[in-house]
């Protein structure tokens, strides 16, 4: 009987690999390169952590399966939504699997919380609501957790990096491998399983964290560490062996990343102030946004979770009013929530925000324009209109403009929030080291890697090859997708093959949970 082992290694740099496996640190890893094949990856655009996912167990671009970030911002409204696994428009693997019989076991994968019914038990990732570590509502079925308990999440803040925090957190980065490897080990030895997927994300947290020691040619470089990321691969490589071994002969084995990684550079890019310059926004005389700074300075990490909750929406207010605050929407018809990972404009649109300037029927030359202004900018490599980028009837919930900023021999720019000041600058030594919201000093890239134990039919592979490529070797027709299979076992299928399958109904997240949520993703990192 076909069984399928899917191992993903967020952001795992394809140029690192390929070094390391040469230098025989990664044996696993070039062992199975030699068995089956290795391709790069390419991600989503950008290289977002819940898009990216969402694509490669869905089969489908963002624009098909709904998710394009953590967040959404509701129509007609200049606030934000909380996005979960049930505002995901199209089936993941293990929903087309258990319906066809299958079982499943899943563990980790960001975007999935809260876990819904499947053949077989789901772990969800880190979007759950919960400061470090999982509890009962991670899991399905509930009577596993005291299996997985001790599943954990990054149990450490990332945006005050002060002397010694690096010296802490490389310990909790491997331990963090062990734990996850001892519980998938179990699972996948003593559990009935068709298709088993887990997902370390320590390759992606060492790597933010650690490039300017790793990279002698970054210009923030500085002494110390400089083996970490190094560690941090050598040891998911162990973990990648002894669940290859676990799993046994006969498995098809598949190893993803959902994008690559490099350095950043020293400069800093403020989109909002750049469109401020050219007339495009113009900002409040003041901007409130103390609230957030001081709670994320002073309140010691232990108390936020429990804060945010006794203080009902304060922490979704505070969010917000930190993208959208300080903005004169009367006179603004673009703006940008300056996201580091996702750079991106939206524009101020009649009849869509509650204070549009831009009409309808000018919004596809506005936007033109502004894609070839915003590009005649040098620190700006492309600007793409949604439609050029994603197909499908969910792009209304992507920004209207997504950006991919230039690289300075080599090195990424970052995109930080500010009220007024310069457009682009420079970052001085004492920010080399970074940290959320302060332009970490390293950045994903747009291409990752997959291993499969199999030859590959192609050079290349996209994530939306990597759902029917598991189906192919499971012998499960697969509903229509963007991706094709890779191993060319079983024929691409239309969506009559697939019946009786039901996504369950959206379930937006309750105010306490949206306060835990936006606790977790800060500490995680993904407000920068």
Not at 222 to 244: C, E, F, K, N, Q
Not at 363 to 388: K, M, N, Q, T
Request: net charge negative.
């Amino acid at each position: 009987m076909s069984r399928f082992l899917l191992v993903g290694l967020d952001g795992a740099e394809p140029s690192l690999v390929e070094a390391w496996m040469e230098e025989g640190r990664l044996p696993h890893l070039a062992a199975l390169r030699e068995q089956g094949s290795i391709l790069p990856c390419a991600s989503t655009t950008p290289p977002a952590t819940f898009p990216a996912w969402t694509t490669c167990v869905t089969g489908v671009n963002p624009g098909r399966h709904g998710v394009f970030d953590f967040t959404e911002i509701p129509r007609g409204k200049y606030e934000l939504r909380f996005v979960n696994a049930t505002d995901r428009k199209a089936p993941a693997l293990w929903n087309i699997l258990s319906d066809a019989g299958k079982r499943v076991c899943v563990l980790g994968v960001p975007g999935t919380y809260p876990p819904g019914p499947v053949n077989g038990i789901l772990v969800s990732g880190f979007d759950s609501p919960v400061c470090t570590a999982i509890d009962r509502s991670f899991v399905y079925p509930e009577s596993v957790y005291p299996e997985v308990r001790g599943w954990r999440f990054a149990d450490f803040q990332e945006t005050h990096i002060g002397p010694g925090w690096h010296d802490r957190v490389l310990p909790k980065l491997l331990d963090g491998i062990a734990t996850k490897e001892r519980i998938a080990l179990s699972l996948l030895e003593k559990e009935p399983w068709d298709f088993f997927m887990v997902v370390f994300g320590e390759s992606d947290t060492v790597s933010h964290h650690f490039w300017m020691f790793h990279d002698l040619n970054s210009p923030r470089h500085a002494p110390g560490h400089s083996h970490a990321i190094r560690d941090v691969y050598a040891r998911l490589d162990v973990a990648v062996g002894r669940l290859m071994a676990a799993a046994g002969p006969g498995t098809t084995i598949g190893v993803v990343s959902d994008h690559g990684f490099g350095g950043a550079g020293t400069g800093v890019v403020h989109l909002n102030n750049w469109l401020a310059e050219k007339g495009y926004l113009r900002f409040t005389p003041s901007h409130d946004s103390w609230l957030k700074a001081m709670a994320l300075r002073y309140v010691p990490d232990g108390w936020k979770g429990a804060l945010f909750r006794r203080l009902g929406g304060l922490a979704a207010r505070a969010e917000s009013r930190s993208r959208f605050g300080g903005i004169d929407w009367a006179h603004t018809r673009a703006w940008s929530e300056e996201l580091n990972y996702f750079p991106s404009l939206r524009v101020n649109l009649r009849g869509r925000e509650p204070d549009g300037q831009v009409a309808g029927d000018d919004y596809g030359r506005f936007c033109d324009e502004l894609c070839h202004e915003l590009e005649s900018w040098p620190v700006i490599h492309r600007a793409w209109r949604r439609e050029e980028l994603y197909q499908g009837p969910h792009i209304e919930r992507a920004p209207d403009i997504i950006l991919e900023l230039a690289l300075e021999q080599g090195y990424s720019h970052s995109c930080l929030r500010s009220r007024g000041g310069p457009a682009f600058r420079r970052v001085g030594p004492d920010e080399y080291v970074g940290g959320k919201e302060r332009g970490m000093n390293g950045n994903h890239r747009p291409t990752g890697v997959l291993f499969l134990s199999k030859p590959a039919s192609t050079q290349q592979a996209r994530l939306e090859d990597i759902a029917p490529t598991v189906l192919e070797a499971l012998g499960v027709p697969a509903p229509a997708m963007d991706g094709i299979g890779l191993i060319g076992q079983v024929g691409q299928v239309g969506p009559s093959a697939v019946t009786g399958l039901a996504l369950p109904p959206p379930r937006p997240y309750s105010q306490s949970e949206e306060r835990a949520i936006e606790d977790r993703l800060r500490s995680l990192g993904y407000y920068e």
